[in-house]
């Protein structure tokens, strides 16, 4: 497993991946995993109090996602699945947009093209198929952009997966898979997921396989930024498997406490991947009280923020959803939009 | 203008296609170097190279999935499934993914995907080979499902699918791929969800697509020489269904009979009965009859004959609306 960065705030080196960030760098990985971690807290927050219809934590996985989201370019690629809060943030996607398709005012509505980073995708698998073909794409054009591709160890149990990964080895396509194992699929451990570990699943498919200690934010920063050049070297593509814990819940609906012991979390919570790097940039005089203190109060302005703009988000009238489902004109979504405008109507003018 | 088989006429529409769009890519397994099972595909790789016309792995949820993705890096991928009971290893990335994806983007997102599926049967096949499941994409919301019944619809059709910007199912008729008529590229196309009235009656309106069309106009041939007049009607497009001429032809008629080779039960018959039925109550002079396959997975050859809805099973219903 490649770790720099060990649990207790200790830089260590690997023969492979070494990365030297700069002490600015440093803070800005902080900064962004604080944030990640602060708007994930509202999120809980904001379900709780029933502004939200679900949330999905992404509390613990704050490294996996921010470290990789920074290794990449702004004409990277990011297919993300839908508790990846910290690549949203690392990619500067405006976090509202998740707070509306958790609301339930949209199912996403970004455009992905802003950021290079896709929709959300709910449905377990399936955007790792997207992901490669768009890589194909990517080849077939000459570009020398990445797409990473983000999922959990419970969809690499789907046959979709497998499909990507045998897609993207037999077409060479410079796509990288970016596996978060949290260690729980909602109830499942990693155990049900795969027999082997998911790393070493790469082997049989013809791509390179490495395991990060995904609580290690400069580990994943580095790995990932080799898988990514690998990717564009027209080298074989690359699965990540980031270890690292869901902390929280699977969802706000979830109750971990029915399938998991207690002990488990305090083990993981001494692994924490934002105060390792907080012990780090102390230690070394990158960072002092002040700057901690002040990423938290950005925290909570950006939260206060969040909060308010929810709360504050217009319910959509359903007759805008009609004309999104086709691009061109689809006689019987006319008809049934004209016949509930009328519908509609009817009230009003009765009343 | 030229007479060719259907089958022809769609590997001249993907012809024209890849040359006049650089973004459009095939895709399928055994397409390339073999030509597709039933050739439709012949001679495409050779002329438009690997990149554009791709063998893939054998895998139509990877073949779909990946489709999706190269649409959204600005291809326009047309799929080929190799056969009908194939697709459904891919159906979970058509319906949750293909068709929803528009709507999941608040419309900013387009998939131009062509899904090109041989069906129906007649053709003494094995099992998984023969079915019509039109309806189970037509029930998406998304999703965009026409089937041509000759050469020339077959080509303009596929034309007109690949240069819209929705996903298409596209399914051709099998048994009719060697069935020859008249194309002619530079011709006006009718617009690509228009039914047609392709005979005139006065008695009952007769109304196919894919491969039940001919079937159709055998069975309107036969009721002549007995003194019925039928019109037929192809409705060439199951979703959306056009149903304005639909209504008009019944309207002439005061008599329906639907003809599909997919099961009747839940299938395009009912929907097409239920719409009639509200739009015309006040002209129908007979309930609207369904002809169609029966409730039970598709059958073994030997027994197709029986299963697939014939010329005399056409007159039956015929006879049965003109009976009330």
Same mark, same amino acid.
């Given at each position: 497993m490649v770790q720099l960065l060990t649990p207790h705030g200790e830089r260590v080196h690997h023969p492979d991946y070494d990365i030297e960030p700069t002490p600015g760098e440093l803070r800005e990985m902080y900064r962004r995993m604080a944030l990640t971690r602060r708007v994930d807290a509202e999120g809980v927050t904001l379900q709780r109090q029933g502004e939200l219809g679900l949330w999905p934590s992404s509390l613990g996985q704050e490294a996996a996602q921010v470290g990789s989201g920074l290794a990449l370019r702004a004409d990277d690629h990011v297919f993300p699945s839908y508790r990846d809060h910290g690549v949203a943030l690392a990619r500067q996607v405006d976090p509202l947009h998740i707070f509306r398709l958790f609301r339930g005012v949209s199912h996403g509505g970004w455009d992905p093209a802003e950021k290079n980073f896709h929709l959300y995708t709910l449905v377990i698998g399936s955007q790792v198929l997207h992901a490669t073909g768009y890589a194909m794409g990517v080849a077939d054009d000459d570009a020398d952009s990445a797409?990473?591709?983000?999922?959990?160890?419970?969809?690499?149990?789907?046959? !979709?997966?497998?499909?990507?990964?045998?897609?993207? %080895? @037999?077409?060479? $396509?410079? *796509?990288?898979?970016?596996? /978060?194992?949290?260690?729980?699929?909602?109830?499942?451990?990693?155990?049900?997921?795969?027999?082997?570990?998911?790393?070493?699943?790469?082997?049989?498919?013809?791509?390179?396989?490495?395991?990060? !200690?995904?609580?290690?934010?400069?580990?994943?920063? %580095? @790995?990932?930024? $080799?898988? *990514?050049?690998?990717?564009? /070297?027209?080298?074989?593509?690359?699965?990540?498997?980031?270890?690292?814990?869901?902390?929280?819940?699977?969802?706000?609906?979830?109750?971990?406490?029915?399938?998991?012991?207690?002990?488990?979390?305090?083990?993981?919570a001494r692994k924490d991947p934002i105060a390792r790097l907080e012990k780090y940039l102390l230690n070394h005089g990158w960072a002092d009280a002040d700057f901690v203190a002040g990423v938290g109060e950005e925290g909570d302005r950006l939260a206060q923020h969040i909060r308010e703009s929810v709360r504050t988000m217009p319910d959509p009238d359903l007759t805008e959803f009609f004309d999104l489902t086709y691009a061109g004109e689809h006689r019987q979504v006319t008809e049934e939009r004209e016949w509930f405008k009328e519908y509609e109507a009817s009230f009003v003018e009765g009343s | 203008m030229a007479t060719t088989t259907l089958a022809k006429a769609v590997n001249a529409a993907l012809r024209a296609a890849l040359e006049d769009d650089p973004k459009v890519v095939l895709m399928g397994e055994d397409i390339g170097r073999l030509g597709g099972v039933f050739r439709v595909t012949d001679g495409l790789q050779k002329d438009f190279g690997e990149r554009r016309v791709k063998d893939t792995p054998l895998a139509e949820s990877g073949i779909v999935g990946t489709a999706i993705g190269l649409a959204l890096r600005g291809y326009r991928p047309v799929v080929e499934i190799q056969f009908d009971g194939f697709v459904f290893p891919a159906y979970d990335q058509i319906v949750t993914q293909l068709a929803k994806m528009r709507a999941r983007?608040?419309?900013?997102?387009?998939?131009?995907?062509?899904i090109r599926i041989p069906y129906g049967g007649g053709i003494g096949a094995v099992e998984h080979h023969s079915e019509s499941p039109e309806a189970l994409f037509a029930h998406v919301a998304g999703l965009r499902v026409v089937s041509p019944s000759n050469a020339a619809d077959a080509y303009t059709m596929l034309r007109q699918a690949v240069a819209g910007d929705d996903p298409v199912i596209y399914l051709e008729p099998k048994r009719r791929y060697y069935d020859k008529g008249e194309v002619d590229p530079a011709a006006s196309p009718h617009p690509l969800h228009s039914a047609r009235v392709i005979r005139l009656g006065r008695d009952a309106t007769v109304l196919a697509y894919g491969p039940t069309v001919r079937t159709a106009l055998e069975a309107a041939a036969v009721a002549e020489e007995e003194g019925t007049s039928v019109e037929v009607v192809d409705l060439r497009s199951v979703s959306p269904v056009d149903f304005d001429t639909v209504e008009a032809s019944v309207r002439r008629t005061g008599r329906l009979v639907v003809v599909h080779e997919a099961p009747v039960f839940f299938g395009t018959g009912a929907e097409i009965a239920a719409h009639v039925t509200e739009r015309c109550f006040d002209r129908l002079e007979a309930p609207v009859l369904r002809v169609g396959g029966f409730h039970m997975p598709y059958p073994p050859a030997r027994t197709e004959h029986a299963y697939l809805p014939d010329l005399d099973r056409i007159l039956d219903a015929v006879e049965r609306v003109l009976a009330y």
């Open positions: 797409v990473v591709v983000y999922f959990g160890d419970g969809a690499t149990s789907q046959g !979709d997966v497998s499909e990507a990964f045998n897609f993207a %080895a @037999v077409y060479d $396509a410079p *796509v990288v898979f970016f596996c /978060q194992n949290n260690q729980w699929a909602i109830s499942q451990g990693v155990e049900r997921q795969s027999k082997v570990p998911i790393h070493r699943r790469a082997a049989g498919f013809g791509l390179h396989g490495v395991r990060v !200690d995904g609580n290690d934010v400069l580990a994943c920063l %580095a @790995v990932t930024r $080799a898988a *990514v050049e690998r990717a564009r /070297q027209g080298r074989e593509a690359t699965l990540v498997e980031a270890f690292t814990y869901r902390m929280g819940a699977h969802t706000t609906s979830d109750d971990p406490t029915r399938y998991r012991q207690s002990a488990e979390l305090t083990q993981w | 983007s608040g419309g900013r997102i387009a998939l131009p995907v062509v």
